[in-house]
């Protein structure tokens, strides 16, 4: 018959383990920043480690805009998106791809749900648009031409991102090392089929013409 073991007992191993769990806890964050603080604060791209990044979606969007009837450059934003950054040596040999959930378009208005319905997102039947890098074209030190394939509405195109490097630093709120960028493209939405209100002849719309201005932060991938 086994017997009980004293509270008192109980209680200075449970501390005992307590106190491993959080030196392994502290240590294991000081380690993170110590690794963190090694990396260089840098405005230049080929001074960045190589490495596989993934993008932060609490400081990464897209917004999109269109010209309304002439009225006004209306815009959106595409949010909690996903993506990963496969910095390599040579900048120009690396490889971004970049999922953007429709269901999460922003307006700010009643237009969020219309715009995922059939006539425009048609986010029902295509949850999900997607863009990967097949080459890129150092265009300065923080510069680049980035081409890949843009997905959307099920259909496939090239695309081109006019993307600048803002710099890589530890973000102090976290203190964990991050990489910043902008990028510009502009589409038109009738080759991806959507063609609703587009302007006919001598007439205005929404134009077919999509401006994208692009903010993305990544950051190391976990081990």
Not at 86 to 93: F, G
Not at 152 to 175: E, R, S
Not at 190 to 206: C, T, V
């Amino acid at each position: 018959m086994s017997r009980s073991v004293p509270v008192r007992y109980w209680r200075k191993g449970m501390k005992r383990k307590i106190s491993v769990v959080g030196a392994s806890l502290v240590l294991s964050l000081a380690g993170g920043q110590a690794m963190a603080a090694d990396q260089p604060e840098t405005g230049s791209i080929t001074e960045v480690p190589a490495g596989h990044y993934t993008l932060d979606p609490l400081h990464s969007k897209i917004t999109w805009g269109v010209d309304h009837y002439g009225f006004s450059h209306y815009e959106g934003q595409f949010v909690d998106l996903s993506g990963s950054l496969q910095l390599a040596e040579k900048p120009s040999k690396s490889q971004v791809s970049v999922q953007l959930p429709l269901a999460e378009v922003l307006t700010g208005s009643a237009l969020s749900e219309h715009l995922q319905g059939e006539k425009f997102f048609n986010s029902a039947q295509y949850p999900k648009a997607s863009f990967k890098s097949t080459s890129i074209e150092m265009t300065g030190d923080d510069s680049a031409k980035i081409t890949g394939e843009l997905t959307l509405n099920g259909q496939t195109h090239p695309l081109t991102i006019d993307a600048t490097f803002n710099q890589a630093a530890v973000y102090p709120f976290d203190k964990q090392y991050r990489l910043g960028f902008d990028g510009t493209a502009t589409l038109k939405r009738s080759d991806y089929g959507i063609d609703y209100l587009m302007p006919e002849k001598g007439q205005k719309g929404i134009s077919d013409e999509v401006r994208l201005d692009i903010e993305a932060e990544f950051v190391p991938q976990s081990k």
